[in-house]
Protein backbone atom coordinates (compact mmCIF):
# COMPACT_ATOMS: atom_id res chain seq x y z
CA UNK A 1 0.00 0.00 0.00
CA UNK A 2 3.00 2.48 0.60
CA UNK A 3 3.87 1.58 -3.00
CA UNK A 4 0.57 2.52 -4.06
CA UNK A 5 0.70 5.88 -2.21
CA UNK A 6 4.26 6.70 -3.44
CA UNK A 7 3.42 5.75 -6.87
CA UNK A 8 0.75 8.10 -7.04
CA UNK A 9 2.90 10.85 -5.51
CA UNK A 10 5.28 10.31 -8.33
CA UNK A 11 2.61 10.68 -10.55
CA UNK A 12 1.52 13.83 -9.85
CA UNK A 13 4.96 15.01 -9.72
CA UNK A 14 5.28 14.23 -13.25
CA UNK A 15 2.13 15.72 -14.10
CA UNK A 16 3.21 18.97 -12.24
CA UNK A 17 7.06 18.83 -13.97
CA UNK A 18 5.19 18.50 -17.41
CA UNK A 19 3.03 21.17 -17.12
CA UNK A 20 5.36 23.53 -15.78
CA UNK A 21 7.59 22.41 -18.42
CA UNK A 22 4.72 23.26 -20.97
CA UNK A 23 3.74 26.18 -20.18
CA UNK A 24 7.20 27.79 -19.65
CA UNK A 25 8.36 26.03 -23.72
CA UNK A 26 4.76 28.08 -24.61
CA UNK A 27 5.80 31.32 -22.80
CA UNK A 28 8.90 31.26 -24.46
CA UNK A 29 7.31 30.63 -27.28
CA UNK A 30 4.91 33.41 -27.57
CA UNK A 31 8.11 36.25 -26.18
CA UNK A 32 10.26 34.79 -29.16
CA UNK A 33 7.37 35.13 -31.70
CA UNK A 34 6.65 38.95 -30.34
CA UNK A 35 10.22 39.68 -30.85
CA UNK A 36 10.13 38.22 -34.41
CA UNK A 37 6.98 40.41 -34.88
CA UNK A 38 7.57 43.65 -33.51
CA UNK A 39 10.44 44.84 -36.24
CA UNK A 40 7.28 44.39 -38.41
CA UNK A 41 4.57 46.15 -37.03
CA UNK A 42 6.91 49.22 -36.04
CA UNK A 43 8.10 49.07 -39.19
CA UNK A 44 4.29 50.26 -40.26
CA UNK A 45 4.42 53.39 -37.88
CA UNK A 46 4.89 56.58 -40.23
CA UNK A 47 8.50 57.44 -39.94
CA UNK A 48 10.12 60.57 -38.43
CA UNK A 49 9.69 62.53 -41.47
CA UNK A 50 6.31 62.26 -42.39
CA UNK A 51 5.28 62.85 -38.88
CA UNK A 52 7.13 66.03 -38.90
CA UNK A 53 4.98 67.19 -42.31
CA UNK A 54 1.63 65.78 -40.62
CA UNK A 55 1.36 69.29 -38.74
CA UNK A 56 2.38 72.47 -39.85
CA UNK A 57 2.32 76.21 -37.60
CA UNK A 58 2.10 79.33 -39.41
CA UNK A 59 2.28 82.55 -38.05
CA UNK A 60 -0.03 85.18 -39.10
CA UNK A 61 1.06 87.93 -37.67
CA UNK A 62 2.69 89.47 -41.00
CA UNK A 63 0.28 88.78 -43.21
CA UNK A 64 -1.64 92.02 -43.88
CA UNK A 65 -5.65 92.71 -44.75
CA UNK A 66 -6.24 91.76 -48.39
CA UNK A 67 -3.14 89.49 -48.90
CA UNK A 68 -2.74 86.02 -49.62
CA UNK A 69 -0.10 83.25 -48.91
CA UNK A 70 0.64 80.22 -49.94
CA UNK A 71 2.31 77.58 -47.80
CA UNK A 72 2.96 73.76 -48.07
CA UNK A 73 1.37 71.21 -45.84
CA UNK A 74 1.80 67.47 -46.80
CA UNK A 75 2.97 68.12 -50.19
CA UNK A 76 -0.22 70.03 -50.94
CA UNK A 77 -0.32 73.84 -51.43
CA UNK A 78 -2.53 75.53 -48.83
CA UNK A 79 -4.42 79.27 -49.09
CA UNK A 80 -4.11 81.45 -46.18
CA UNK A 81 -5.88 84.43 -47.04
CA UNK A 82 -6.31 87.63 -44.37
CA UNK A 83 -10.06 88.87 -45.87
CA UNK A 84 -10.77 92.09 -46.12
CA UNK A 85 -14.70 93.60 -44.70
CA UNK A 86 -15.46 93.35 -48.58
CA UNK A 87 -14.69 89.99 -49.18
CA UNK A 88 -16.49 88.97 -45.77
CA UNK A 89 -19.29 90.76 -46.52
CA UNK A 90 -19.21 89.22 -49.78
CA UNK A 91 -18.79 85.97 -49.26
CA UNK A 92 -21.34 86.31 -46.44
CA UNK A 93 -24.13 88.06 -48.97
CA UNK A 94 -24.24 84.94 -51.42
CA UNK A 95 -27.80 82.94 -51.77
CA UNK A 96 -27.05 79.19 -51.26
CA UNK A 97 -29.40 78.15 -53.85
CA UNK A 98 -26.76 80.15 -56.41
CA UNK A 99 -23.90 77.88 -55.37
CA UNK A 100 -23.12 74.38 -57.15
CA UNK A 101 -21.79 73.11 -53.91
CA UNK A 102 -23.78 75.06 -51.22
CA UNK A 103 -21.68 76.08 -47.82
CA UNK A 104 -22.14 78.78 -45.87
CA UNK A 105 -18.90 81.26 -45.48
CA UNK A 106 -19.31 80.46 -41.83
CA UNK A 107 -18.98 76.46 -42.18
CA UNK A 108 -15.55 77.43 -44.10
CA UNK A 109 -13.88 79.94 -41.67
CA UNK A 110 -13.31 79.33 -37.82
CA UNK A 111 -12.84 83.11 -37.68
CA UNK A 112 -14.18 85.60 -40.46
CA UNK A 113 -11.08 87.01 -41.37
CA UNK A 114 -9.01 83.85 -42.27
CA UNK A 115 -9.77 82.00 -45.09
CA UNK A 116 -8.23 78.68 -44.80
CA UNK A 117 -7.80 76.39 -47.46
CA UNK A 118 -6.32 73.26 -49.69
CA UNK A 119 -5.03 75.36 -53.13
CA UNK A 120 -5.76 72.31 -55.51
CA UNK A 121 -8.44 72.88 -58.15
CA UNK A 122 -11.54 70.00 -57.26
CA UNK A 123 -11.70 69.55 -61.21
CA UNK A 124 -8.20 67.94 -62.24
CA UNK A 125 -5.95 69.04 -59.64
CA UNK A 126 -4.94 72.06 -60.87
CA UNK A 127 -3.38 75.24 -59.17
CA UNK A 128 -6.32 77.82 -59.19
CA UNK A 129 -4.78 81.42 -59.64
CA UNK A 130 -5.41 84.16 -56.97
CA UNK A 131 -3.18 84.19 -54.49
CA UNK A 132 -0.46 86.49 -55.64
CA UNK A 133 -1.52 90.32 -56.55
CA UNK A 134 -2.57 90.68 -60.27
CA UNK A 135 -3.58 87.27 -60.82
CA UNK A 136 -6.90 86.90 -62.45
CA UNK A 137 -8.96 86.05 -59.67
CA UNK A 138 -11.59 85.12 -61.80
CA UNK A 139 -15.18 86.67 -62.21
CA UNK A 140 -16.14 86.17 -58.45
CA UNK A 141 -12.64 88.24 -56.60
CA UNK A 142 -11.29 84.80 -55.25
CA UNK A 143 -9.66 82.08 -57.58
CA UNK A 144 -9.54 81.25 -60.90
CA UNK A 145 -8.39 77.92 -62.66
CA UNK A 146 -7.28 78.45 -66.25
CA UNK A 147 -7.05 74.94 -66.83
CA UNK A 148 -10.73 74.25 -67.51
CA UNK A 149 -11.91 78.02 -66.05
CA UNK A 150 -13.23 77.18 -63.02
CA UNK A 151 -13.98 80.12 -61.02
CA UNK A 152 -14.23 80.05 -57.04
CA UNK A 153 -15.59 83.10 -54.60
CA UNK A 154 -13.84 85.08 -51.32
CA UNK A 155 -14.88 82.04 -49.73
CA UNK A 156 -13.14 79.46 -51.99
CA UNK A 157 -16.70 77.69 -53.22
CA UNK A 158 -17.02 77.13 -57.07
CA UNK A 159 -19.47 79.60 -58.62
CA UNK A 160 -18.99 78.56 -62.48
CA UNK A 161 -16.78 76.12 -64.26
CA UNK A 162 -16.32 72.05 -64.64
CA UNK A 163 -15.09 71.78 -60.77
CA UNK A 164 -17.95 69.99 -59.11
CA UNK A 165 -16.63 70.89 -55.56
CA UNK A 166 -15.57 73.87 -53.09
CA UNK A 167 -11.89 74.10 -52.56
CA UNK A 168 -11.75 72.13 -49.07
CA UNK A 169 -10.79 73.35 -46.19
CA UNK A 170 -8.25 70.94 -44.25
CA UNK A 171 -8.36 70.30 -40.18
CA UNK A 172 -6.32 73.33 -38.62
CA UNK A 173 -7.00 75.76 -35.55
CA UNK A 174 -5.76 78.55 -33.95
CA UNK A 175 -3.25 77.72 -31.25
CA UNK A 176 -3.69 81.79 -30.72
CA UNK A 177 -4.59 85.06 -32.06
CA UNK A 178 -1.89 85.04 -34.57
CA UNK A 179 -0.72 81.24 -35.11
CA UNK A 180 -2.58 78.04 -37.04
CA UNK A 181 -1.71 75.02 -36.72
CA UNK A 182 -2.65 72.65 -39.77
CA UNK A 183 -3.47 68.88 -39.78
Sequence with gaps: MAEAVHGSGHEDNEGTRRDFLSLTAAAMGAVAVGG??????????????????????????????????????????????????????????????DLPDPATDEERVQKPEWLVMVGVCTHLGCIPLGQKVGENKGEYGGWFCPCHGSHYDTSGRIRRGPAPTNLPVPPYEFASDTEITIG
Design 36 to 97: ALWPLIDSMNPAADALAVATLDVNLAPIEQGQAITVMWRGTPVFIRHRTEAEIAEARGVELG
